[in-house]
């Protein structure tokens, strides 16, 4: 593979293998000879070659790689790194495993570049789009004329085929109020008791007393029959 290739854009994978990777061989199936991101000049290769044990490794100085990072059986990190000693090694490159499919972790630079172009992009197609509206008079200088589409009422149909929007679905509510119920017997809300009132005087209602007349019974004097005369007697007159 051409050195000056851009790495990023590819992965490899080998459909053999894929199904018996572990944390045990992983190194060895990166090392296969039809992987593009494997470099044979690597102490890794050396070890291999002489079948040496691979803690020698941390005694020998160059190119090599290492497992950085496993969760088996869907996730690996293999880090390419320069070893100038036992203790001091300078990172190169990531590579992650996902399924099999080995690929190139992207550095710092090529991060910001992708997100300054694809910046750089969305700012050029707003300029272009505004453009479009651009209008030049002599008097008045440059204006923007955007047009406006014209929104049509909706008629008593629409509103009618048109449904309300939910604001929350049956599980949402029944789940926040069962979320409610374990709050609330948890904390139980504290009740004040009301403030103490002096008892009301009743009204003092004053008995009104009947004003009960006795009338006296007239006693009847006695009469003499010597002392009242019956009247006289009227005579009639002879003509």
Same mark, same amino acid.
Not at 44 to 61: A, V
């Given at each position: ?17 894929v *199904?018996?990777?572990n944390?045990?061989n992983?190194l060895?199936?990166? @090392? ?5 991101f ?5 102490n ?18 160059g #190119? ?8 088996? $059986? ?5 880090? +390419? ?9 300078t *990172? ?13 972790? *992207? ?17 050029? !197609? ?11 008079? &002599? ?7 955007? %047009? ?19 604001? !929350? /679905? ?7 109020? #069962? #979320?409610?119920? %374990? ?5 139980p809300?504290?009740? =004040? $008791?009301? &403030? !103490?009132?002096?008892?009301? +005087? ?7 007393? &009947?004003?009960?007349?006795? %009338?006296?019974?007239?006693?009847? +004097? &006695?009469t @003499?029959?010597? /002392? =009242? +005369? ?10």
């Open positions: 593979m051409d050195k000056t290739e851009n790495t990023l854009g590819i992965s490899w994978h080998d459909s053999a293998l *199904p018996h990777l944390q045990g992983i060895d199936y990166f @090392s296969e000879r039809s992987n593009p494997y470099d044979r000049t690597c890794n290769e050396t070890i291999k070659m002489q079948r040496l044990n691979p803690d020698q490794m941390l005694n020998m100085t #190119l090599e790689y290492s497992l950085l990072h496993a969760q088996e $059986p869907i996730l690996y990190v293999i880090r +390419k790194q320069h070893r100038h000693s036992p203790t001091q090694v *990172p190169l490159a990531d590579y992650y495993i996902i399924g099999g499919h080995v690929y190139q972790g *992207p550095d710092l630079c090529s991060v910001v570049n992708s997100r300054l172009l694809n910046t750089l992009n969305n700012l050029q !197609s707003a300029f272009d789009e505004a453009q479009k509206f651009a209008r030049f008079h &002599p008097t008045r200088g440059y204006s923007w004329k955007f %047009e406006e589409k014209e929104e049509k009422e909706p008629t008593s149909t629409d509103k009618k085929v048109k449904k309300k929007e939910e604001a !929350s /679905s049956a599980f949402q509510r029944k789940r926040v109020d #069962l #979320l409610l119920g %374990e709050l609330a017997k948890k904390h809300p504290l009740f =004040m $008791p009301p &403030p !103490s009132q002096p008892p009301a +005087k009743a009204p003092h209602v004053e008995e009104v007393k &009947p004003d009960i007349k006795a %009338e006296k019974p007239t006693e009847e +004097k &006695p @003499s029959n010597g /002392s =009242m +005369k019956p009247p006289p007697e009227k005579k009639q007159k002879l003509r």
